[in-house]
């Protein structure tokens, strides 16, 4: 299983959010480049970048992306606000793989395209829901589309990587969502990461026992209820 820190970008800092809501913000770095080498001395398998002003609409950190692309060289996937296609294809050509969310679910052809263009492997679908049902926009709007059948429509379109986040657990520390996630990692061909809740290195274990592809590590980190090296002696 793949250990897959996460740093979410707000105004060019790591901060954290709850349960995605933006008013609620802890700050723990003003220096990511610093923060992203720290996670791959540590043994990082992945690196998971958020840019969440791209993803609210209210800006872009696509510049401390850059720097965090350029300073490390293990695998980082890069999320938030790629809802076009020249952004997702030069984010594309930067990073291992490009994680897709709200342009996933409204647009189809293009979401088609980038796949014809990329490849399976170079795409997350993140699939992000409140309970089963998918949430876009940086979590604020609804969809009505169920999570389960969602990522069955996907597997059949070619998809195989997917990003799994109960956005009510996110930033909790209350635990994962294992009832969601045992579903999907029970789907042919889904390469399920984990996120959302973790907080402690039993979740990672509980987590590794529904066969999860990966899983992401945010606030329980920063807040050094685990640490990556632990999470790498159990995966």
């Known amino acids: 299983m793949k250990i897959i820190p996460a740093i979410d970008l707000m105004d060019g800092k790591v901060v954290r959010l709850y349960k995605g809501d933006p008013s609620q913000k802890t700050i723990y770095s003003e220096n990511p480049v610093e923060i992203a080498k720290q996670w791959e001395s540590a043994g990082a398998d992945i690196l998971h970048l958020v840019d969440l002003d791209a993803a609210l609409g209210s800006g872009s950190n696509l510049d401390t ?11 980082v996937e890069v999320a ?10 030069e984010m594309s050509k930067l990073s291992e793989r490009i994680v897709l969310g709200t342009l996933a679910f409204k647009d189809k052809s293009l979401l088609k395209l980038l796949l014809s263009e990329l490849g399976p492997k170079k795409i997350v679908i993140s699939a992000d829901h409140r309970y089963g049902e998918i949430v876009i926009h940086g979590w604020r709007q609804g969809t009505g589309i169920k999570l389960i059948p969602a990522i069955k429509e996907f597997l059949e379109m070619g998809f195989t990587e997917f990003l799994l986040t109960n956005v009510s657990r996110d930033g909790t520390l209350e635990g994962p969502d294992l009832e969601f996630l045992a579903q999907a990692c029970n789907l042919p061909d889904a390469n399920i990461i984990a996120s959302g809740g973790i907080s402690n290195i039993g979740d990672v274990r509980d987590v590794k026992e529904k066969n999860a592809f990966g899983v992401i590590l945010g606030k329980a980190m920063y807040e050094k209820k685990i640490s990556i090296e632990e999470a790498k002696r159990l995966s």
């Open 80 to 89: 938030g606000g790629l809802r076009d296609y020249s952004l997702a294809i």
């Open 65 to 75: 992306i850059k720097k965090i692309l350029a300073s490390v060289s293990i695998s």
